[in-house]
């Protein structure tokens, strides 16, 4: 299984709802990460977990939390998200968090925030 | 800092080679990557080369290294329709440790 699974696909939310986005692996991979990507635009980190443990955060506003329940889970809880928050959510995992390996990505969550 | 530069938009006909170039900034970089995105769908791993090799080719793709450069280029041959895609470079900066990515460039295979 060489698969970084992503749901939902889409999902559409108005600015108070809660909602959250779920990756899984089974690749054995400790190393897990968050990206967003707008359109026409490259994929811009917003955290890292390795070996369960948040070890970056870059800088992302608190309506974005992150939570790794075990080394296969990835979530990403939202709240109270901006219009300008719509993006494509991308979860990747790599065998370790040194960047060494390969990045093996999700097909994303396409999110709208309405 | 860490950047990664390329051209926007390449257009070819199939079957002919395509070359994709991307310039990095980051000396410390050991890792150099090629990752290919379809519409709609997340990122594909097509490649990687070690910093300390100046080529290396897998079945239709050849990765240059130029270091001294710091100049990459992915060059696809007998392109197909199906390579369509928007392909991006990337580096893991060991100075940052993080992977960066270029802005991507479309590759448009007119059959």
């Known amino acids: 299984d060489t698969e970084v699974t992503q749901t939902p696909k889409h999902l559409v939310m108005g600015m108070t709802n809660k909602k959250s986005l779920k990756c899984e692996q089974h690749?054995?991979?400790?190393?897990m990460y968050w990206y967003k990507q707008k359109a026409k635009k490259p994929p811009e980190l917003m955290f890292v977990y390795s070996y369960e443990k948040l070890s970056i955060n870059e800088s992302v506003p608190s309506r974005f939390s992150p939570e790794c329940p075990n080394s296969s889970l990835l979530n990403l809880h939202l709240h109270a998200l901006q219009p300008e928050d719509s993006a494509l959510y991308l979860c990747?995992?790599?065998?370790?968090?040194?960047?060494?390996?390969?990045?093996?990505f999700g097909s994303g969550t396409q999110l709208s925030v309405l | 800092g860490e950047d990664v530069e390329q051209s926007l938009f390449l257009s070819v006909r199939e079957g002919d080679s395509s070359v994709i170039n991307c310039t990095y900034t980051?000396?410390?970089?050991?890792?150099l990557y090629w990752y290919k995105q379809e519409p709609g769908a997340g990122l594909q791993l097509l490649t990687y080369?070690?910093?300390?090799?100046d080529m290396k080719q897998d079945q239709r793709l050849t990765v240059l290294l130029n270091k001294k450069d710091k100049h990459l280029s992915l060059r696809i041959a007998d392109t197909q329709t199906g390579d369509s895609a928007i392909y991006f470079c990337?580096?893991?900066?060991?100075?940052?440790?993080?992977?960066?990515f270029g802005i991507g460039t479309k590759l448009q295979v007119i059959p």
């Open positions: 980051d000396s410390s970089s050991t890792y």
């Open positions: 990337a580096e893991f900066s060991g100075g940052y440790q993080k992977v960066t």
């Open positions: 990747a995992s790599s065998q370790d968090d040194r960047g060494r390996e390969k990045l093996f």
């Open positions: 080369i070690f910093s300390n090799m």
């Open positions: 690749m054995g991979h400790r190393a």
